[in-house]
């Protein structure tokens, strides 16, 4: 144990978990899995750029603690989030003799997580699953609050369940390997944080960016911050059958994107995609009069000060149209008796969930944005 870890709870009664935040966390997970989940072996499912960077680290700390483990080990990026791999991670779980009782360990980012977290939902109707998020997407928003799934051809996360973790090592220390391009993308999910209901994290975002970048005391600080964020809404609305919604902010726009690129991470990634939705939430809440064109302003000029992309017609190797974004849209799963559900903004922080948004009125604002220079 480390006196400088930082614990964010998430109270969800017999769901409940820590979410810790610390340094050198891998080297000390064989004994922070063993006292929470005593006895059980683990099934670590990773891809192939953490097997190289992290995994003998956390395979020497199982070790050390005594505890059996297997792994299996699948190619890097959200081309993985399929079907295909959903398969042979369970079959792998399953072949190397985990039972219900043992643990399924996702060490990476968001891709891992998701996929390790549906396999865990499933496989023996539910083992218990623990996550050590690796990249600062996954530290601050994939591993919280037990969305799991995968992509379907249709759209994304349109497979998956709730399953929570059993426990969250978020080990700050190993940002410092993710390229990065990768942690500017996880930098849109924190951002998203201010923008939902947190004007003053915002602004503190906005003074103290740099120093998330560079690795300083700012970085944790946002981590948490963020975290803590999180789990009050998923603790208000595990379910999303209300509130949860809110954490979509930007992302009926950015599914769309990803879709349309086919999980294509080469040229657009989640973060990146998040990032161009948020702005088009903005920008959109301005075009319906509910916004000030000041607040979207600065929303857009923040993002583009830490070099993320914020124009639809930005987004590499993409020419489409305002139809086929909307089509795509329609495949959300806010969807409700077939209207669209948006995450809209009064202004900063004080987002708010808008039900039976018109197609007109989204088709109208894509063209307009579209036609941006
Ligand atoms: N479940 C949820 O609540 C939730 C929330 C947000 C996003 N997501 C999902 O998360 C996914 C995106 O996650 P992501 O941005 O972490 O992408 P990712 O999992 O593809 O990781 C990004 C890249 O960085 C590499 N990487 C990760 N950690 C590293 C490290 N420490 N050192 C070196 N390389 C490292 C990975 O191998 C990968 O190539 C999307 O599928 C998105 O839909 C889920
Ligand atoms: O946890 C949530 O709830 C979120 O919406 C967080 C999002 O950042 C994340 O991308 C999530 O996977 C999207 O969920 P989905 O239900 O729209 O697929
Ligand atoms: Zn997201």
């Given amino acids: 144990m480390s006196a400088s870890d930082a614990i964010v709870h998430v109270p969800l ?7 810790r935040i610390g340094h050198g966390l891998i080297e000390r997970a064989g004994e922070l899995i063993g006292a929470a989940t005593p006895g059980a072996a683990c099934a670590i499912v990773t891809d192939e750029n953490l097997a190289r960077t992290h995994l003998p680290a956390l395979e020497r700390s199982l070790e050390a603690a005594g505890i ?10 959200e081309a993985t989030k399929c079907y295909r791999w959903f398969e ?6 399953i072949g190397a003799r985990m039972e219900r009782g043992d643990v399924v360990v996702a060490l990476g980012g968001g891709v891992i997580g998701d996929l390790a977290g549906f396999a865990a939902a499933v496989v023996r109707r539910g083992m218990r699953f623990v996550q050590i998020p690796t990249s600062l997407l996954a530290q601050v928003d994939s591993s919280v609050g037990g969305k799991t799934g995968i992509n379907s051809p249709h759209g994304k996360n349109l497979v998956g369940a709730f399953h929570q973790p059993s426990l969250v090592l978020a080990d700050v220390g190993v940002l410092d390997t993710l390229p990065e391009r990768e942690f500017r993308a996880g930098y849109a999910e924190v951002a998203k944080y201010g923008l939902i209901d947190d004007p003053a994290f915002f602004a503190w975002l906005e003074e103290n960016h740099r120093g998330v970048f560079a690795g300083g005391p700012e970085r944790a600080h946002a981590i948490q911050t963020s975290c803590a964020a999180k789990a009050a809404v998923v603790v208000r609305d595990e379910t999303e059958q209300g509130d949860r919604a ?7 726009f950015a599914h769309a994107f990803e879709r349309l690129t086919h999980y294509d991470g080469a040229r657009l990634v989640h973060g990146e995609a998040v990032a161009i939705g948020l702005v088009c939430a ?4 301005a075009a319906l009069g509910l916004c000030s064109g000041q607040d979207a302003g600065r929303v857009e000029g923040h993002l583009r000060t830490v070099g993320l992309p914020t124009r639809i017609r930005g987004i590499p190797g993409w020419d489409g149209d305002a139809a086929a974004i909307l089509d795509a849209m329609f495949q959300d799963k ?3 008796r077939g209207a669209l559900t948006f995450i809209l903004a009064r202004g900063i922080g004080q ?4 039900r039976g948004v018109e197609p007109s009125s989204v088709r109208e604002f894509l063209d307009a944005e579209l036609a941006r220079a």
């Fill in 88 to 93: 042979t991670v369970c079959d792998a779980i």
């Fill in 246 to 252: 809110l954490l979509n902010l930007g992302h009926t």
């Fill in 351 to 354: 987002s708010f969930i808008s």
């Fill in 334 to 336: 806010k969807v409700k």
């Fill in 68 to 77: 059996r483990h297997a792994q299996v080990v699948c190619p890097p990026g």
């Fill in 282 to 285: 903005f920008r959109f809440s």
């Fill in 13 to 19: 009664g017999e769901r409940a978990y820590d979410i």
